[in-house]
């Protein structure tokens, strides 16, 4: 959101004696996709910056994130992807909700990325959810006693 009211400060704002040629040059394709699909103006710059703005992020991370990550940090990491809060995980891991957030800094880290939302998109990228099926099915559903395994 508030890239949104970014935006829109800078769109409304008007530098003096703009060179109008050029300017037309790049606005006229936008007007005409923006009015192709009933949208205005601001909204389809707006999208396509930000769209261009997340393309060009460079983003180094290990090749494969998942098998760098402890037994403790796949469940952390698990639970993360299958959108658990981190006091939720802290109660189903029965650990403290500090341990959570670093076990979440920590893989974050290992994986080379920011957010959370990276995470689940790295996981992704590299083909782990089936992984994070089996660790979440072991997690959720813990066999009974008596049970062989």
Known sequence: ??????????????????????????????????????RTLDDVTYELLAHSLVQQVPVRRPERCWPTLSHREQDVAALVYAGYTPSQIAQLLNVSLETVRTHVQRILRRCGVHSKVELCIALEQEGAEQRIRWRLEELLNPPGPGAKG
């Open 1 to 38: 959101m508030a890239w949104k009211r970014f935006w829109d400060r800078l769109m409304h704002r008007r530098a003096p004696q703009q060179a109008e040629p050029a300017g037309d040059e790049l606005l006229r394709p936008l007007r005409k996709l923006a009015k192709d699909q009933g």
